[in-house]
């Protein structure tokens, strides 16, 4: 791998010494429907980004929506080198 640097090198290109995390690139998820009839659906959602847990909920009674998620973020080059666990939380009204 080489990155683009004009400034360090006469052709603008450095060898780059990265290593390659799986981890880092693994994503996978699933979810668990729970009820669903006319009235109340719920579901469960959990899986893996980069690296760490994702987890969150869908749930629906007649017409209001509620879900909840949360994931981590990885903002350093590695896994573990600088994390941002985040949270979403979604309100709506559907028909």
Do not use: C
Request: charged share 15%; no cysteine; net charge negative.
């Amino acid at each position: 791998m080489r990155n683009y640097n004009p400034y360090r090198s006469q052709d603008q290109y450095d060898n780059a010494n990265i290593e390659y995390e799986l981890l880092q690139h693994l994503r996978i998820g699933a979810s668990l429907g729970l009820v669903d009839n006319s009235w109340f659906m719920m579901t469960l959602n959990g899986g893996l980004y980069k690296g760490s847990y994702t987890a969150g909920f869908d749930m629906q009674l007649a017409i209001f929506k509620l879900q909840a998620a949360t994931y981590q973020e990885q903002l350093g080059s590695t896994i573990g080198q600088i994390e941002d666990r985040r949270y979403m939380l979604v309100v709506g009204i559907g028909w």
